[in-house]
């Protein structure tokens, strides 16, 4: 009997021995000393702009449960947030990654680094001279963005500022193709300000991360919100003390029909100066009905870690507003622009400039008999108006007009098309277009790009007025109905999801995962050296009666 016992007790022992040398494993942890040496070699790497760095010397193993590896990545994501990343404000964004290189043997031999395809050299290593130069130009950019918001404002106007002003900084992209999963692909500048700020061009999920970046910095709340059936992002900010969406993106008219917003013919999808306001300040139940049914909060912005989407409040609010599509008054689609605490913006109702209070006060501001304003752009005290042949530009302190450009007159089927500016530059699109003898339709057109530095039209000298303004000032007939805002194609859809965030989110989730199966190891050890204990007692005391 005793040797049964004793047989017993070995085997417990074994067990314990072995479950317990599982859930060490499962739990392998680096000391302090080593995690700072392989945290400063890896730092280091970065920073020389290294493909590659070895591990070897530190003889590390991964867990059988990958902890060791997921917590490697994590630590090493942290060290990219510090030497790895383009700072802007608050915020930054990486544009490095990195995977562990492993044998056989479960050995960590080194990290494989991956630098962005804008940054890469031919030969993998980062080209760190680009990344400070385009650092610099973003934070300057960003600064700029900022620096439209007036202390003077309203929150509303606060948020309009910016809405607008990011509206007509950037162009949805062309996509690159279809993916396998049926989605339009875009290249990953596209999802971050490398791509707002420096290509122009951005999705969803950059437009929408930097409205609420911007909202915040400027003492707005605003988180972004993310619908999985569209593939869509967009903000929701808090303004009078109640929550309203906001769709920047949507706002932003992508065309492919090959016209602009007011019905010039277009070789692309952008119209630089178009803004609508179908999408800002509107109440859950409004957004669920122009088509954005269900959303969540999104990991992009949420600085006061928000756990819950906040309630909005109720619909219809700003209706009344200048600046609303809902507004009985005015119809735009152009930017509002904010001058010395006024707003001033076209009005295609009436084909004429207002200037408006957000009190509601609003007054028509005189043009030049026959006139048809299309786009209007804000600069210094100056309001720069485009009208289909001449550019005018309009002193709001002395309220006068004075034509700084127009169309030579040996170009009679020439216009101006659209108007932007952007980087203290004018950016104005011109069409010439062709016509056949007898014809009163084009045929076809040819579009010109012209920039401008803005101190140059700033010091521009007024060109004479014309003896008698042309009765009918653009070439082709006005719609019917120009109020009527023209119909958007809807943006193709994008992930909102960061290709380059999306797969860590995924790791760690995996890695808490395994926590919990090495704390079921370690309970079920307990629980056997428990019994064992118990069978060791009663062993002894069955031996001392024998």
Known sequence: MKRIIAAFIAAALFCIFAVSASALKDNYSIDTKTLNGILDAYRSAVKNGETYVSLSKYGIYDSRGGDTYNDLIRLFSFVNGDVGCISFGKYSETYVTVKLDQDSSGAIKGANITYSERYRNEDGTCNRDLVKKEEKLIQERFNKAKSVVDRKMTDVEKALVLYDYLITSADYPESLGVGSDGLDIYKDDAYKATGFFIDREAVCAA?????????????????????????????MLKVDGEWYHADITWDDPYYEDGYTYLYDSNDDHWDLGCVTHEFFLKSDEEMTELGHPDWSLSYNVNPDYLTEVPESGPSGKFDNMFFSDKNEEFSSGSKMNYINGNWYFIDLKSFSVIRANIDGTSEKLPLPDSVF??????????LYV?????????????????????????KPNSVYSEMRILDDEMTIIGLDYEYEDGSDDPVGFESTETVYDMSELESMDALPDDEQEETAERSDDLPAVINE??????????????????????????????????????????????????????AIKYSKKK
Request: charged letters at 30%; aromatic letters at 12%.
């Open 207 to 235: 437009y929408a991360k930097l409205y609420a970046i911007l909202l915040n910095e400027s003492g707005i709340p605003a988180v972004t919100v993310e619908n999985d059936d569209l593939f869509h992002e967009w903000v």
């Open 373 to 382: 304003p299309k786009y209007s752009f804000g600069y210094g005290n100056d």
């Open 386 to 410: 485009l009208s289909n042949k001449r550019l005018y530009r309009y002193d709001v302190v002395s309220d006068k007009y004075a034509k700084i450009l127009e169309v030579p007159e040996d």
């Open 485 to 538: 805002q023209k119909t958007r194609d809807d943006k193709p859809k994008d992930k909102s999801i960061d290709p380059d965030i999306d797969p860590e989110l995924i790791e760690l989730a995996e890695s808490a995962g395994k926590r919990i199966t090495a704390f079921i190891y370690l309970a079920g050890a307990a629980i056997f050296v428990v019994f064992a204990a118990i069978a060791i007692i009663l």
